[in-house]
């Protein structure tokens, strides 16, 4: 008798769910069946890719369109080993063939302006893309008025940032391989924070790196605003000394205040530098759309963020990712980091529009390799936890760390990492 | 507010069916915390790093909790290990075990 009757039990349930798996099924297929919701992605870097991957990969039936200005993905994680001559720009160049594969519909546009209140995203070639839901994320873009003289034309064309992956990184690679031997590479680092701590202190070393062997005369001066190497201190501090002793120079407390394109000089604050190379790195805040769409609620610079949600808090409908979001504690801007964010608004944003509650204890990771050497490379690495009483991330008292040593086991790991990264957002 | 309203009232509504939703994507939440290295699911691109889909849950808590205790020497995943709990580990390992592996 239970038997029988925990039998049929069973068969309503299952005719249940098979009657409510029903629509799901008929969307199995790409863009086939009613769509649960809109969600349009401006911008296709490490953040908006993986959350339109994610988006498709979770939600199945949910309408995604991805707008990116660019034809293709360029990383900018391995660009420093494009400067130093290790890897070219098809090494880091990834299309977004495998996101369409997977139905995402992209768009290469230029967004001009998002309609908060008609809930549509504006093309400057006069389309718009209606949205239930859209997640901005634009990366950064450059306080050049913060540097006299930058934002001029014939400086923007001759002193270059490469902070952006993509036909800098070339230009920058180009102005490198023009340099004649004993010439000056001068790197100016921002004041924290900015788009990948570790960053420039690994372009320091890839161009050392390349210089080491093929023009030992040159110098790479590192002119740091910050009053100390602002990660991996003590694994850059060796690096420079084991493999760059007369190559590298690092400068503290360095902060430039202007630079005259005409003579390359880099003006700082007790003394002029002039440069072969000069690359600056300016200072950064949330990519443009972000601002002009009023996200920038913290110091006028990021955009505040629900970490539940990754949705703007000054903003309801739109979510943003990545370098952009003012930084929980201890949350680094970084490629894998705006790709762990994506993944949970992507989880967030389904559930919302399925009317569910989002989960409420989201986890996010950071793992970052620097390369020291074409081989050498040194991680931090850190886990964050949602904390409910604070409303925020935090890393997890004993987790995370650096690498004790530069190796050539994380060289390959690195390498690893990029393949995998790369997949997981691109759907490659 | 709005949006606060948004996800109060979508808590309240969820707190039946929809809550179960919820705790069957845990370990899929998790997990893709892992996958910028371990691949998508798991299922790893390339040889350097061992693929986790399709490994069963007791091996991959086993690993982990080695990589915790340094009974197993790592570069790294010693110090990520330690970022999560034991009940998350589980999640994340349950979730793996149950994806193909990669062709």
Redesign the interface.
């Known amino acids: 008798m239970a038997h029988a009757s925990n039998l049929s039990r069973r068969r309503l349930l299952h005719a249940g769910l098979a009657v409510a798996a029903l629509p799901l099924a008929g969307c199995a297929g790409l863009g086939g069946g009613p769509s649960i919701g809109r969600v349009v992605v401006v911008g296709g870097g490490y953040g908006g890719a993986t959350a339109a991957r994610y988006l498709r990969l979770w939600g199945g039936n949910v309408d995604v369109t991805l707008v990116e200005r660019y034809a293709s993905f360029v990383s900018c994680p391995i660009s420093n080993l494009v400067l130093g001559g290790h890897k070219q720009m098809s090494d880091i160049t990834v299309s977004y063939a495998g996101l369409e594969a997977i139905g995402v519909k992209r768009v290469q546009a230029e967004v001009v302006a998002i309609d908060v209140q008609a809930r549509e995203v504006r093309l400057t070639d006069g389309r718009k893309l209606p949205y239930d839901r859209v997640i901005v994320s634009p990366g950064v873009d450059f306080m050049l008025d913060q540097v006299a003289g930058l934002a001029a034309p014939a400086a923007q064309e001759k002193i270059l940032h490469g902070w952006k992956a993509g036909p800098q990184t070339a230009a920058l690679r180009r102005q490198l391989e023009a340099m004649p031997d004993g010439g000056v590479y001068a790197l100016t680092i921002p004041k924290a924070p900015y788009r990948c701590p570790p960053g420039p202190y690994e372009r320091a070393c890839m161009v050392a790196s390349y210089f080491k062997q093929y023009k030992p005369r040159s110098k790479v001066l590192v002119l740091d605003a910050n009053p100390e190497i602002t990660s991996k201190k003590g694994l850059f501090e060796k690096a420079f000394a084991d493999h760059y002793k007369g190559i590298v120079e690092y400068r503290a407390n360095n902060e430039l205040k202007s630079v005259d394109a005409a003579t390359n000089t880099a003006k700082l604050e007790f003394d002029d530098v002039r440069a072969d190379v000069l690359n600056v790195v300016p200072p950064q805040r949330a990519g443009d759309i972000a601002r002009t769409t009023g996200l920038l609620n913290m110091n006028n610079r990021w955009a505040g963020v629900n970490w539940l949600t990754m949705e703007s808090t000054a903003v309801p409908g739109v979510h943003v990712l990545g370098d952009a979001t003012f930084s929980a504690p201890a949350m680094p801007k970084s490629g894998h980091m705006a790709n762990q964010h994506a993944k949970v608004a992507a989880a967030a944003i389904i559930q919302v529009l399925k009317g569910a509650p989002v989960n409420a204890a989201p986890v996010v990771m950071n793992t970052c390799y620097s390369f020291v050497t074409a081989l050498d490379v040194v991680h931090v690495a850190s886990v964050h936890q949602y904390d409910a009483a604070e409303k925020t991330f935090k890393p997890v008292p004993g987790s995370g760390g650096v690498s004790t040593a530069a190796n050539q086991v994380e060289g390959r790991y690195a390498l690893s990492w990029a393949q995998n990264i790369w997949a997981d957002m691109l759907a490659t | 507010m709005?949006?606060?309203l948004?996800?109060a009232a979508?808590?309240l509504?969820?707190?039946g069916g929809?809550?179960l939703?919820?705790d069957a994507?845990?370990g899929?939440?998790?997990a893709?915390?892992c996958?910028?290295?371990?691949?998508?699911n798991g299922q790893?691109?390339?040889d350097?790093?061992k693929p986790l889909a399709g490994v069963s849950a007791d091996k991959i808590v086993a690993m982990v909790n080695d990589f915790k205790s340094g009974a197993q020497p790592a570069?790294?995943m010693h110090?990520?290990?330690?970022?999560?709990s034991d009940d998350?580990i589980r999640a994340i390992a349950v979730f793996f075990a149950a994806q193909p592996a990669r062709k």
């Open positions: 709005t949006h606060l948004r996800i979508a808590l509504l969820g707190a929809a809550a939703a919820q994507n845990l899929r939440n998790l893709a915390t996958a910028n290295c371990h691949g998508t790893v691109r390339g350097t790093v570069t790294i110090q990520i290990a330690k970022g999560y998350q």
